[in-house]
Nanobody, 118 residues
Framework: QVQLEDSGGGLVQAGGSLRLSCAAS????????IGWYRQAPGKQRELVAA???????NYADSVKGRFTISRDNAKNTVYLQMNSLKPEDTAVYYC????????????WGQGTQVTVSS
């Protein structure tokens, strides 16, 4: 079994910064890809950023230039540095990972709330 623990959310003013973390634990052979989705009230869950085992990254257009995803392979941890935050970034952010353990499957974190005030 594999678990994802996401954390780092909070309340910040517009223009501020937050750093989210997601640590994967359990019987992990490899992480093919890992990243973040977010969901605001009344909105569909959307991909924010992702990074593959080959360090290829993908960002939503709305966060390019403001957010940076990175990973520490030794710790099976991914980070999302969020700068120049806007009120429209307010959402629950969920870690998501494509993990090979005894089998290959998708895992989700429980979510961490990010609130940006104006």
């Amino acid at each position: 079994q594999v678990q994802l623990e996401d954390s780092g959310g909070g309340l910040v003013q517009a223009g501020g910064s937050l750093r989210l973390s997601c640590a994967a634990s359990g019987s992990i052979f490899s992480i093919n890809a890992i990243g973040w989705y977010r969901q605001a009230p009344g909105k569909q869950r959307e991909l924010v950023a992702a990074i593959t085992s080959g360090s290829r990254t993908n960002y939503a257009d709305s966060v390019k230039g403001r957010f940076t995803i990175s990973r520490d392979n030794a710790k099976n941890t991914v980070y999302l540095q969020m700068n120049s935050l806007k009120p429209e970034d307010t959402a629950v952010y969920y870690c998501n990972a494509d993990v090979t353990s005894y089998n290959r499957k998708i895992y989700w974190g429980q979510g961490t709330q990010v609130t940006v005030s104006s």
